[in-house]
């Protein structure tokens, strides 16, 4: 079974910026996801398989950008302009597409990661 491998996150202030990364053999395909106390987990970013390009979902539009070093097989998400909703635990997944606005996978989950946003 393959293993995916998270590592950053952790506080930040409303406004600020952290990035996460998950390394795994098979990277292709990873995306994010997020569960935040007492609600589902929800789709992150995504591959668009129509386009080939990641997709993200409507709340962090425009703020988070996923990138992958090759080399190191690692996906990175870098968050900026951080808000207090934005606090949740993060996975990435495997395996992963766009399904209309939201984001589905099929593969594996990483460990997860906390991030917490301070107003």
């Known amino acids: 079974q393959m293993q995916l491998v998270q590592s950053g996150g952790g506080l930040a202030q409303a406004g600020g910026s952290l990035r996460l990364s998950c390394s795994a053999s098979?990277?292709?395909?990873i995306g994010w996801f997020r569960q935040a106390p007492g609600k589902q987990r929800e789709g992150v970013s995504c591959?668009?398989?129509?386009?080939?390009?990641?997709y993200y979902t409507d709340p962090v539009k425009g703020r988070f950008n996923s990138s992958r070093d090759h080399a190191k097989k690692t996906v990175y998400l870098q968050m900026h302009n951080l808000r207090p909703e934005d606090t949740a635990i993060y996975y990435c997944?495997?395996?992963?597409?766009?399904?209309?606005?939201?984001?589905?996978?099929?593969?594996?989950w990483g460990q997860g990661t906390q991030v917490t946003v301070s107003a």
């Open positions: 997944a495997t395996d992963t597409w766009r399904d209309g606005s939201r984001c589905m996978m099929s593969g594996q």
């Open positions: 591959l668009d398989l129509t386009s080939g390009y990641t």
């Open positions: 098979d990277y292709y395909a």
